[in-house]
């Protein structure tokens, strides 16, 4: 079983849609990442929090940390969003040896104009 | 602030080859991950530095690959030789510290043919 694991793999929508992928963890954190990679392999970094919500622009993210839960949720979907989106937590570290991380195996998303 | 720079974006070889990726994080960054994410999955960690120490490389298949970190800045992940299954996106990442962002370079495509 995957530390994290996210819902759904694929995710196809219409232009203008709203969009929520989910992400559930099972092991103690100290944040959750939201990452988004487009064709090509480069990956970058959205969202990172360790509680509540965050908001830049038409995305989302909050995070239930009792329930080991989160979502990433896009307004207003555009095809420039077609990209897989990766969650991936971070778990505590000592000084000397810096984060570890768990990734997701990604949401593959395809908005259609 | 400059990104994590990676070299070369594409390299196709042969099987039994070797290959060498290079990759500069950002400066200042103390710790330093390769990853290695096949087509449809998740990154996997191959090795993380942190400074010039190797944090942890459980996951790093050694009789083949092998990384180093030598002055605590710039890394290279080498191959040899390469097999079939070594086709993937090479991702490097770097992160200031504790509980912060990693950064990811835009990958290295490897296909071993």
């Known amino acids: 079983k995957n530390e994290v694991e996210q819902s759904p793999q694929n995710l196809t929508a219409q232009e203008g849609e709203f969009i929520t992928i989910n992400c559930s963890y099972s092991?103690?954190?100290?944040?959750l990442h939201w990452l988004q990679q487009h064709p090509g392999g480069g990956i970058v970094s959205l969202f990172m929090?360790?509680?509540g919500k965050k908001k830049h622009g038409r995305l989302i993210a909050t995070i239930n940390i009792q329930e080991k839960h989160s979502s990433l949720h896009i307004t207003a979907s555009h095809p420039r969003d077609s990209a897989v989106y990766i969650c991936?937590?971070?778990?505590?570290?000592?000084?000397?040896?810096?984060?570890?991380?768990?990734f997701g195996t990604g949401t593959s998303l395809t908005v259609i104009p | 602030e400059a990104g994590v720079a990676q070299s070369p974006r594409y390299k196709i070889i042969e099987k039994r080859q070797s290959v060498a990726f290079w990759c500069n994080p950002i400066?200042?960054?103390?710790?330093l991950y390769w990853y290695q994410q096949i087509l449809g999955q998740g990154p996997k960690l191959l090795i993380q530095?942190?400074?010039?120490?190797?944090?942890?490389d459980s996951q790093l298949p050694k009789d083949r690959f092998s990384a180093e970190r030598l002055k605590g800045v710039d890394s290279t992940l080498k191959i040899q030789p390469a097999k079939l299954e070594d086709s993937a996106v090479y991702l490097c990442?770097?992160?200031?510290?504790?509980?912060?962002?990693?950064?990811f370079g835009q990958g290295t495509r490897l296909t071993v043919v």
């Open positions: 990442a770097s992160s200031h510290g504790l509980n912060t962002e990693a950064f």
């Open positions: 092991v103690g954190i100290s944040a």
């Open positions: 929090l360790s509680s």
């Open positions: 991936a937590v971070s778990l505590p570290a000592d000084p000397g040896t810096g984060n570890q991380f768990y």
């Open positions: 400066s200042g960054h103390a710790t």
């Open positions: 530095f942190q400074n010039n120490g190797v944090v942890d």
